[in-house]
């Protein structure tokens, strides 16, 4: 089943974000736990960030997907669309839209963005080997228990785009290998890590980038990569 990787990912990511939310931690410590979960994110942006072979193309692709992205406005529909996710779900507490955005939008990036998500999912597709994403399930499984605890519920609903994300590239597998040279690869991972970075900064609370509008970079950098 080429899908069974991505569905292993969602049951992670979900188990994950509800066990976050079943501990309750003081605030203090939610807030503790965040900034220090940034500082990790921080980090893992930055080793992506220098995976680029050609530092012009990121650069490029941000300019270019940063256009893109304010034209179209991307923002908004992330925000639209994680508050009609936060209308959904049935609960007491009443976290603010702006949170559940937030949780949503910084577990959808940092699951979706990076080399192991677009290989373990080409993987599942061509070979059937799941490997790769069944370790992606373990470290998103964690990762969203902490995720969940300082961000809300938001990280749960995260995993409607991840399977579409990385099911998509599993199908699309045969279709997509030959595009998807190691170069590519590296300036997708590269582009998506300094988006990451934005992460860690608005989770410490430093800057409020409108990283939605910067998404677009992302596929700008695997066309600037398939023609430079």
């Known amino acids: 089943m080429a899908l069974l990787g991505s569905a292993v990912n969602v049951i992670a990511i979900v188990g994950g974000a509800l066990l976050g939310r079943a501990v309750r931690l003081p605030k203090r410590v939610r807030q ?52 009609k996710l936060q209308g959904l779900r049935r609960s007491k507490r009443q976290d603010g839209a702006a949170d559940f955005t937030q949780g949503f939008l910084v577990a959808t990036l940092t699951y979706c963005i990076g080399a192991m998500a677009v290989i373990g999912s080409l993987n599942s597709g061509l070979t059937g080997d ?15 228990i902490f995720f969940s605890a300082s961000l809300g519920i ?3 609903f995260s995993a409607i785009p ?11 597998a045969t ?38 509008n910067m998404l677009p970079a992302v596929l700008v950098a695997v066309l600037f990569a398939l023609v430079f």
């Not at 991840?162 to 699309?172: E, S, W």
């Open 32 to 83: 503790t736990v965040m900034q220090a979960l940034a500082l990790a994110v921080l980090i893992i942006g930055i080793s992506m960030g220098l995976k680029s072979s050609n530092i012009l193309i990121p650069i490029a692709s941000l300019a270019f997907g940063s256009i893109i992205g304010e034209i179209l406005n991307v923002e908004a529909g992330l925000n639209l669309l994680g508050n």
């Open 130 to 144: 799941h490997q790769v994403l069944y370790a992606k399930s373990l470290i998103d499984g964690v990762t969203a």
């Open 154 to 156: 938001g990280v749960a």
């Open 162 to 172: 991840v399977f579409l994300y990385q099911g998509g590239i599993a199908l699309l």
């Open 175 to 212: 279709f997509l290998t030959p595009f998807l040279s190691s170069q590519v690869l590296a300036e997708l991972t590269a582009t998506g890590g300094i988006l990451i970075i934005g992460i860690a900064l608005n989770m410490l609370g430093l800057t409020k980038l409108r990283l939605g």
